[in-house]
């Protein structure tokens, strides 16, 4: 495989892995804290699924981030797009905001999360203020898929 | 649009009126009642002397119970509407005996948890035995002599050569019973007089004694071996079984009697606030005093409830005076109304503060569209929220989220048809914006509403404070700002040089009134320093590009989902099953997250970005007695 092809996978790649991996530990998070909640109270489980799916969001940032960088490339259709190193250089750096901004915050969610799901056990009547606090945290994952979005669509191959 | 005006309603009645009072009253549900206050020095009422507590509990505990054995489809959950129940019907329930019903219950639940755990201690006993199934000597004949001591063991398998090279050094025998797969279970005899020693060698290895339990000796006659005991177990754990399986049935009949006792619980929970509202009253010898708020509209009303109570009944109602915390009551007209949800979602505005509802409506309508922008999803939430509202006909504060859905659902379908697409396909001929290939027009249009949204925040609180004297220094700072923030905007856009000076002029305002000090170097210091929230303004106008990005990834998901479906389809046969599998599922995960990313992420704007701007909450919403079901509604 040419570096440049190859240096636009690791992008795409390490978008979807990092951001996955982080909402993968921040869904864990809060889905724990949901399990113990709702081993008081089960009837509490829809109202806990929202918060527990909500550090989730990072995961599909990355994933849509990376199937952007697919499409880009042509793999899907599969006539694969010449890349140069520079160009491919270009891709994997597009990618990062997503993916590491994804990774930590989804981290962080997850535990702001864990908290609400606590906080909802004790005051059934305020499930959204914690939504609220989570997606304070999802802000700077939304900025860097943002960001990821613009420098790919600024890219020519 | 608005505050409801709310006025404080004093009542004065005979005291043999009080019971009727408070039924009237919480049938009306207009009223809330205020503790009346010691200072007044008048006695406090007592209630009937009944609690329902107990009752309650016994009913919660039955309908707990009674539901495990209900088999309830998804949509009997959540299209069933819930039933009404009118005066007669209540009457009849607070006078009926529910003890015999629940009585029932109770018997058939304590029952099946008693045979349940039984059952459990029979099933322990029976894999405890099992082990020891192959000996043939009755357990009973299993003595010590005057020398030899008896033993059972358990060892670790992987222990057994050990155990037997004991043999040749020390006065033992053994001989294996069973094995599993860990263990070994071996009986063992040994000389009483080494048995000291013995017993040291044994715990280095492990070794763990069996007693036969307390419990089965007894059962057991002299004569049996283990696995007649085994067979005896057997059949008493069949016997329960059936008898559990009885239980069951039991219970599944009872179940019908579920929706009795759900209303039944429902009424019976609304008299004891009944009974609790007595200690909110007050007493002379002869009269009784109650007093609370009430919406000014309903006062009419209540007075139409209570006049035929009593010729000598006194309703007295003034507005509320400086240093009472009246209760608010937001009011506005119907199609504004689900939108007062976020309202609340926040908190209630301070008394005689400013309701956000009317302001936020347009752009969370808007927001929501724009973050979802998918027209197909927007159809289906629609149709769903319409369905829900006018088959289930649901009350309150479900019926407004209902119609609030059904309003984001119609606004996703605009949307979506405008910037975005019909389950992943764009219809190109009504597209204004293509997301996909013109990002940074539609970050413009995100960040151009974010603007609006937020220059206009500020236009209310600058309103707001000129209608307050002490305030007007903050409005004419907010004036400032609102010259200074488009006409920068324009400057840096356009370059023209009167924008230039126009901002400078709402630079100066800023400048001259954004700090309270008095002397004039601190002030313009200040002031200057009072410049510098420029930046806040800045970040929160950014932060409506969230509008694109989750624009966007419902737009890619969607299209993600296609794509996968076209290279499904490709797969001879097996794509013609899995196809619409993948569509359906995809688009419905694709629907449940981005409705709910839109949904969180438009609130938080409102909230973080917009709220901050001009809204004070802090008063609490009125809470009348009224009448309130958890099953059932009340007529």
């Not at chain 2, 809330?32 to 509990?57: M, Y």
Request: hydrophobic residues 50%.
């Amino acid at each position: 495989m040419e570096m440049g092809l190859a240096l636009a996978f690791l992008g795409a790649a390490s978008a979807a892995t990092l951001a996955g991996i982080g909402s993968a530990i921040g869904v864990g998070l809060a889905g724990q804290a949901a399990s113990g909640v709702m081993s008081e109270d089960p009837e509490k489980f829809g109202s806990l699924l929202l918060l527990v799916a909500l550090p989730g969001t990072q995961g599909i940032y990355g994933f849509l981030s990376a199937f952007l960088v697919i499409l880009k490339l042509g793999v899907t259709g599969g006539k694969i797009a010449q890349v140069n190193v520079h160009q491919g250089w270009q891709l994997l750096i597009a990618c990062l905001p997503v993916a590491l901004a994804g990774l930590i915050s989804a981290i962080h969610q997850g535990k702001v999360c864990a908290s609400g799901i606590y906080m909802v056990a004790k005051q059934p009547k305020d499930m959204t203020k914690p939504l609220i606090l989570g997606a304070l945290v999802e802000t700077y994952a939304v900025l860097g898929l943002l960001i990821t979005i613009l420098l790919l669509n600024g890219i020519k191959l | 649009m608005g505050l409801a005006a709310v006025e404080r309603v004093e009542v004065i009645a005979l005291s043999s009126l009080k019971d009727e009072l408070l039924s009237e009253l919480q049938e009306a549900g207009i009223l809330e009642l205020e503790t009346v206050e010691p200072e007044l020095g008048l006695e406090p009422v007592s209630g009937p002397e009944v609690s329902l507590e107990p009752l309650l509990f016994r009913f919660r505990q039955a309908i707990k119970y009674l539901s495990l054995w209900k088999k309830s489809g998804l949509q009997e959950k959540l299209f069933k509407p819930k039933p009404t129940i009118n005066r007669e019907e209540r009457q009849a329930i607070l006078k009926q005996d529910w003890d015999s019903l629940l009585k029932a219950v109770e018997e058939v639940e304590l029952k099946y948890r008693e045979i349940g755990a039984e059952l459990k201690g029979l099933e322990k006993e029976k894999a405890l035995l099992l082990p020891w199934q192959p000996l043939t000597v009755p357990l009973s004949e299993l003595k010590p002599t005057a020398t030899v001591e008896v033993f059972l063991i358990r060892l670790n398998r992987s222990r057994l050569p050990e155990l037997s090279s004991l043999l040749s050094e020390w006065p033992l025998w053994f001989s294996p019973v069973s094995q599993d797969k860990k263990n070994a279970y071996l009986f063992l005899l040994a000389w009483k007089p080494a048995l000291d020693e013995i017993e040291e060698k044994w715990k280095e290895l492990g070794v763990s004694f069996f007693y036969l339990p307390e419990s089965l000796l007894k059962k057991m006659p002299p004569a049996d071996k283990v696995q007649d005991l085994m067979a005896h177990l057997e059949q008493e754990i069949i016997a329960k079984k059936q008898y559990l399986l009885s239980l069951e049935a039991e219970s599944r009949r009872l179940t019908e009697w579920l929706p009795q006792l759900t209303s039944a619980y429902d009424v019976l929970a609304n008299e004891q606030e009944r009974i609790n509202a007595y200690n909110r009253l007050a007493q002379t010898e002869k009269t009784v005093f109650l007093r609370g708020w009430i919406k000014s509209a309903d006062l009419e009303p209540l007075k139409k409830r209570l006049d035929p109570l009593s010729s000598s009944l006194e309703i007295r109602h003034r507005p509320p005076v400086a240093g009472e915390e009246p209760p608010v009551v937001l009011k506005n007209p119907a199609v504004l109304q689900p939108f007062q949800i976020i309202t609340q979602l926040y908190g209630f505005p301070r008394p005689g503060g400013i309701d956000p509802t009317l302001p936020l409506a347009p752009f969370f309508f808007l927001f929501v569209g724009l973050c979802v922008s998918e027209a197909g999803y927007g159809l289906l939430v629609a149709l769903l929220s319409l369905f829900f509202w006018l088959k289930v006909k649901p009350k309150g504060s479900t019926l407004l989220f209902s119609q609030l859905m059904l309003f984001l659902g119609v606004s996703t379908i605009i949307l979506g048809t405008l910037v975005g697409g019909w389950f992943g396909f764009p219809v190109r001929q009504l597209l204004i914006i293509d997301p996909l290939t013109q990002p940074v027009t539609f970050l413009l249009l995100a960040l151009a509403l974010g603007f609006i949204q937020v220059w206009f925040g500020t236009l209310i609180k600058a309103i707001s404070c000129f209608q307050k004297k002490e305030t007007i220094p903050v409005g004419l700072t907010q004036t400032g700002w609102l010259v200074l923030l488009p006409s920068i905007v324009l400057y840096g856009l356009k370059k023209i040089q009167i924008f230039g000076f126009i901002s400078l002029l709402g630079a100066g305002l800023v400048i001259l009134f954004a700090s309270p000090k008095r002397n004039p170097i601190a002030r313009f210091l200040g002031g200057l320093y009072g410049l510098y929230d420029i930046s806040k303004y800045l970040g929160d106008v950014l932060s409506y590009s969230r509008l694109l990005a989750l624009g966007l990834s419902t737009s890619v998901i969607a299209m993600v989902v296609n794509t996968l479906c076209q290279t499904a389809l490709n797969i001879p046969i097996v794509g013609w099953v899995v196809t619409p599998i993948i569509f359906l599922g995809g688009h419905l995960f694709n629907l449940a997250i981005s409705f709910l990313g839109g949904f969180v992420h438009s609130m938080r704007l409102q909230f973080v970005e917009f709220f901050t701007k001009f809204y004070e909450s802090g008063g609490k919403p009125l809470r009348p007695l009224a009448l309130q079901g958890k099953y059932v509604d009340f007529q």
